[in-house]
């Protein structure tokens, strides 16, 4: 058990594992159902990559606007609303699994996802001593990778052979279940603000902060990089093989996530940047792998090395719940939320854009050498000691 016994037996972190466990399932098989509903209405990777930049939408707009409220609301009662209004979401676009209801539910989705985080991180830092993040971050990873396995399989099994509105509705009442569990976490002091925010505070936050503002393109690229499998795997590869390629990084990041957690190697700048390296140069290898012998146990391998690299995020995680004061503790969280999500849609679109224009490989090469040059000049930045060592 090592670092991880402590950490579940936290009364907050193992009741925030809990309802991850329940909700996350749900979500994946949910998404899964919504990316598949999109490419069969387009027939391209482009209306599955349209899911991902739909649920960017009002990431901003709840990390500038609703995140002023939100930082003084109760951290019990909003995580179980937020859970609700998920389930409310999934079960009107179950009645109506057309591409716009998928579009619409994906973007409201965004923002209750959006803020749920936030709020999560927030409760973290305020209630969890500072030796159990970090495990609990690395067990909240594994749930979150092992959830996209199970419900990325699930969700296109059950939509493939049952139908979308079967998928939209385990997710509606994952919600529900996740709900539950998270009514039964223990009332925390909330740290009310001596003046209410502005909306961009929390991007004001991160660029005073050193380490949070090197640190903050870490998580863009990599949440990048691991929407590539599921966004390209259509295109990539035979129907037969799609559920397994989109599978392949999220079974590879359970691992990653596993080892990370009993280590110390994100707990620092240098050695997140260099984790940043390892995508960067999987990503690059995974192209020219991929060129050379397009397959799918091609793609599976690459993508499970994809999800094996992409760990750098806990560390980002981390540094962002360790560095953030209370009284803005889910606002600047929600900041690094929905710009990660914003990007990342917009890569999906991008990516999708240049595999459908291109190819495959071609989208895997290019993020490999975004990610590749971003890790190199920050570890520069690094070695020149103009950031901080510690994450």
């Given at each position: 058990m090592s670092r991880y016994g402590p950490a579940l037996r936290s009364p907050i972190g193992a009741r925030l594992l809990a309802s991850q466990s329940i909700s996350e399932l749900g979500d994946f098989i949910g998404i899964t159902a919504l990316v598949l509903l999109a490419y069969a209405d387009t027939g391209s990777a482009l209306g599955a990559a349209a899911v991902y930049g739909a649920n960017a939408l009002l990431k901003v707009a709840t990390?500038?606007?609703?995140?002023?409220?939100?930082?003084?609301?109760?951290?019990?009662?909003?995580?179980?609303?937020?859970?609700?209004?998920?389930?409310?979401?999934?079960?009107?676009?179950?009645?109506?699994?057309?591409?716009?209801?998928?579009?619409?539910?994906?973007?409201?989705?965004?923002?209750?996802?959006?803020?749920?985080?936030?709020?999560?991180?927030?409760?973290?830092?305020?209630?969890?001593?500072?030796?159990?993040?970090?495990?609990?971050?690395?067990?909240?990873?594994?749930?979150?990778?092992?959830?996209?396995?199970?419900?990325?399989?699930?969700?296109?099994?059950?939509?493939?052979?049952?139908?979308?509105?079967?998928?939209?509705?385990?997710?509606?009442?994952?919600?529900?279940?996740?709900?539950l569990v998270l009514f039964s976490l223990p009332v925390t002091p909330r740290h009310a603000a001596s003046a209410r925010p502005r909306p961009l505070d929390g991007v004001r936050a991160v660029l005073r902060e050193p380490t949070l503002r090197v640190l903050a393109p870490v998580a863009w690229m990599c949440m990048v990089a691991s929407l590539l499998p599921e966004t390209l795997a259509a295109d990539a590869v035979s129907p037969v093989w799609v559920p397994a390629v989109m599978a392949a990084s999220p079974f590879g990041g359970v691992v990653g996530c596993l080892i990370a957690g009993r280590t110390t190697v994100l707990d620092s700048v240098p050695g997140i940047f260099r984790a940043q390296t390892l995508l960067g140069t999987v990503l690059i290898g995974g192209a020219l792998v991929g060129w050379l012998a397009p397959s799918g146990p091609t793609f599976v391998a690459v993508n499970f090395c994809i999800g094996l690299a992409a760990v750098a995020m806990l560390g980002v995680q981390g540094a962002f719940i360790r560095h953030s004061p209370a009284v803005q503790a889910v606002q600047i969280n929600i900041t690094m939320v929905a710009s990660v999500g914003v990007l990342e849609g917009v890569g999906a679109v991008l990516a999708g854009a240049v595999a459908a224009i291109l190819s495959v490989p071609v989208a895997y090469l290019l993020v490999g050498l975004l990610v590749l040059v971003m890790s190199l000049s920050a570890l520069r930045t690094v070695a020149t000691a103009r950031v901080p060592q510690p994450a």
């Open positions: 990390a500038t606007w609703g995140s002023t409220v939100l930082d003084g609301l109760p951290r019990r009662a909003a995580l179980a609303g937020l859970s609700l209004g998920g389930a409310a979401i999934m079960a009107t676009v179950a009645l109506f699994p057309t591409l716009v209801a998928a579009l619409i539910a994906a973007a409201l989705l965004g923002a209750c996802r959006t803020a749920f985080l936030g709020i999560q991180s927030a409760l973290l830092g305020e209630s969890v001593t500072s030796e159990l993040r970090g495990p609990l971050l690395a067990l909240g990873g594994t749930i979150n990778q092992a959830a996209q396995v199970a419900g990325i399989l699930g969700g296109a099994a059950v939509t493939l052979t049952v139908g979308v509105r079967t998928a939209l509705l385990i997710d509606a009442v994952t919600f529900v279940l996740a709900a």
